[in-house]
Structure formats: C-alpha cells, structure tokens
C-alpha cells in the first residue's frame, strides 16, 4: 500500500494533490518516510536545549531528527558534526529494519551560516523491500531547507 505523496518545496513538506480533482496522490513510500524521518521534529533532552527554547518535538523520541536544534545554532565545525550525527541518528531504522545496507552522510559549510548535508542510502539485498526501492534506484532528491542531497543506490 502507498503512503500519501510529499513534495518538498519552500523549504517545506506538503501533501500532493491531483491537479485534475483534488484527490491525494500516493508517493514513493520510501522518499515520504525519509522525509518524515529527516524533518519532523524529535524530542530533545533538556541538556540540549539553549536556556529559551521551547521542547518542541515528537512525544515518543521514536520519530523525527533532532536537525531543528541546529536552526539557531552557528555554522561551526562541531555543530556540524552535531547535524551529521542527527542525520544518522533519524535514519537508522532502515538499517536496523534492513531496509538500508548503509548510510553515509557528509557535510559542509557554506559563508560560515549554512550547513550542507549530502546523504547517500545503499539499498540492502532484502528482497523483501525491493519494492521500497523499485522507482528510485540511483535517484537523487535535492530539499532546500539548509541542503540536503539524498542520493539512493
């Protein structure tokens, strides 16, 4: 069964919709969880929140990456380590469910205010999720909120 579609676009997820009646679309499965994964928000410990901030995030810890934590951060070298290990953090269900062989996750920064990621997912040799993996095998999706490049192989 299909999940609901996303699109990405203005640095936001939204669901697609059939232009000809308005009905929902059904998307990639394995793009929509990524995406749900990569950009709903975690429950951060207090330890890691700065003394103002609000614990936004999903009640279970189980869903979301903790990369909201980074938007009032500066763009150093430790924050982005922080950011890489987030990225891993959120994603590693595929490999624990081995849906994923492995995932690779790279960053940099650009004028000392932006972090980019590029995250490259290497299917695993499960028959069971090839379908997961049928209409995007050397895909790439570019999502502009910061930068994130996620590349499937």
Do not use: C, H
Request: charged share 25%; hydrophobic share 40%.
């Amino acid at each position: 069964m299909a999940d609901v579609g996303l699109i990405w676009q203005d640095g936001w997820a939204d669901i697609l919709l059939n232009e000809s009646n308005n009905d929902l679309q059904t998307g990639k499965d394995l793009k929509t969880a990524i995406l749900v994964s990569l950009f709903s928000d975690s429950r951060a410990n207090p330890e890691e929140l700065l003394l103002d901030e609000d614990p936004r995030g999903w009640w279970s810890r189980d869903l979301g990456s903790l990369l909201w934590l980074l938007a009032r951060q500066k763009a150093t070298l430790q924050n982005l380590e922080k950011g890489i290990q987030y990225i891993k953090d959120a994603l590693n269900w595929l490999i624990v469910q081995n849906i994923a062989k492995s995932i690779d996750v790279t960053g940099t920064i650009e004028n000392r205010s932006k972090f980019n990621f590029i995250i490259t997912i290497k299917k695993s040799n499960d028959y069971r999720f090839q379908y997961l993996w049928e209409n995007i095998n050397s895909d790439s999706y570019k999502f502009d909120r910061s930068e994130y490049l996620i590349l499937f192989q």
